[in-house]
């Protein structure tokens, strides 16, 4: 008969294949044991230490060590719960400190909008009353222009009065008698037709007031003077006043010039080429002085 293994293989009822040890090692016996009286004490302390940590009480060196690393996770737990509310502390405050600018930027921009708006409103009206005063000053002076213009006669334009109105005026200011007044107006009105005639010749004569421009040579004015001949410049020629009184002063200098009659009086100061043409504006020269005296 063979010898059967250590370990057979046997089926149990279910199907299941078991192992069965055949024979088995007996276990080894331990001696005596010695204890000594220091392992005993040892025993005892770590006992007591880890009921002492169970129970949670702080008797001996191993719980201080326990109650320590409790007390320093406390210490760390708090200081960063402290920090979480500092942090949330500052976030609001820094909103808060936002939301404040923004409300102060929000009102100083309406009240710059409503300076803006009323300084606006300020210069329409300083500027609808500058306005209405020019307007006002405008109507005013024209109504003591009108006032002050005579009424024209014999058969003249405003323009054409105004100027004779000069002329008489400047011989009233020179202290002269009417007689003076009907020659330069007579004079006038046959050589500028009591315009103020700018020439093509000096064209420095437009840039003075002028009512057109003649074409004798390069006479200017009412009195259509010579600058070549010695009137004046053109600038002093060109204003009425001066040419009615540089015709008064050659005026002077004809010898018994009132006794004579108009147009050769005339003829005297101007030298024209047609001595006669003045002797048909006496009439209306007259009815002028008339008027204006």
């Known amino acids: 008969m063979r010898q059967s293994p250590t370990h057979i293989e046997n089926a149990d009822k279910t199907g299941r294949h078991r192992f069965v040890a055949r024979h088995r090692r007996p276990l080894p016996t331990l001696g005596p044991i010695k204890v000594n009286k220091s392992t005993v004490m040892m025993a005892a302390l770590v006992c007591l ?34 920090k979480d509310r500092q942090q949330s502390t500052m976030e609001a405050d820094a909103k808060a400190a936002a939301a404040a600018a923004g409300a102060t930027i929000a009102k100083d921009a309406e009240a710059a909008k409503k300076e803006a708006e009323e300084a606006a409103q300020a210069a329409a009206k300083a500027a609808e009353a500058k306005k209405n005063a020019e307007a006002a000053a405008a109507a005013k002076a024209a109504e003591a222009k009108k006032t002050t213009e005579p009424t024209p ?23 002269l008698p009417p007689r003076a007044y009907v020659l ?24 003075y007031s002028n009512q057109g421009s003649g074409s004798d040579h390069d006479s200017i004015g009412l009195f259509q003077q010579r600058p070549s001949s010695g009137w004046g410049t053109v600038q002093q020629i060109m204003n009425p006043t001066y040419a009615s009184t540089a015709f008064y002063n ?35 020269a007259q009815a002028v002085v008339n008027a204006l005296t």
């Open 153 to 175: 006669v014999a058969g003249l334009g405003q323009w054409q009065m105004n100027n004779a109105q000069v002329i008489v005026e400047t011989g009233k200011a020179m202290g």
């Open 184 to 207: 330069a107006v007579a004079c006038a009105m046959q050589e500028s037709n009591l315009f103020n005639l700018a020439s093509g010749v000096y064209p420095e004569s437009f840039q």
């Open 250 to 284: 050659a005026l002077m200098r004809v010898g018994n010039w009132q006794g004579m009659a108009l147009t050769y009086a005339v003829q005297a100061v101007q030298v024209s080429a047609f001595p006669e043409a003045y002797a048909k504006h006496e009439a209306n």
């Open 49 to 82: 230490g880890l009921a002492a940590v169970s129970a949670g009480t702080t008797y001996g060196p191993g719980a201080a060590v326990f109650d320590d690393a409790a007390t320093v996770r406390s210490d760390v737990y708090h200081a960063s719960r402290a």
